[in-house]
């Protein structure tokens, strides 16, 4: 058996919880990270001072903004896959998972998608995070959803965090590896 034909349970979990700010990337990743006894980094952690100074300004990131953010977490992933490795990164263009999958090829994706007014809710809702619920539009602007050829799965957020790891966890065994 090749291990394209293992159920991916058996193998180390590589995966990126994607999506806009505000839709429970970090909360799933840890989840997840937990059900499958792998590394877990939020992506947030490796923006350079100055991304995240632009972004609390209420600047929206440029792709040269985010460029080598996404090869910080691409590393992170190649670095931490023998053992799994989840991480939360907004990833919201392919030309974004595309760096990621260079990086760290089999990088598989979750996107967790939620209404406008439902992510804006939340932001607005968090306390210390540097990104305002003013961005959350350009985030939206900016979001590419998943292609057909790119290995992942889209869920819906409306429900209760658990209940979205669990389906993200799900998927996750029961996809074929590969």
């Not at 609390?56 to 985010?66: E, N, Q, S, T």
């Not at 760096?99 to 990088?107: E, I, K, S, T």
């Amino acid at each position: 058996m090749t291990a394209s034909q293992l159920p991916a349970s058996t193998l180390p979990v590589t995966a990126v919880v994607m999506g806009v700010s505000g839709a429970g990337k970090s909360a799933v990743g840890v989840r997840l990270a937990a059900r499958f006894g792998a590394a877990f980094i939020d992506g947030d952690d490796l923006h350079p001072p100055e991304n995240i100074a632009k972004m609390a300004a209420g600047h929206p990131l440029d792709d040269a903004d985010r460029r080598p953010w996404l090869l910080a977490v691409g590393r992170w992933l190649r670095e931490h896959r023998a053992e799994g490795a989840i991480a939360a990164c907004s990833a919201l263009k392919r030309s974004y998972r595309d760096l990621l999958r260079q990086a760290c090829p089999g990088v598989v994706f979750i996107h967790l998608a939620g209404g406008r007014d439902l992510i804006i809710e939340r932001v607005a809702a968090r306390q210390h995070h540097f990104m305002p619920a003013g961005l959350v539009d350009s985030q939206f602007a900016t979001l590419e959803p998943l292609g057909a050829d790119e290995q992942g799965i889209t869920l819906d957020v409306t429900g209760p965090v658990q209940e979205v790891a669990g389906r993200a966890a799900a998927w996750l065994t029961e996809r074929p590896a590969g």
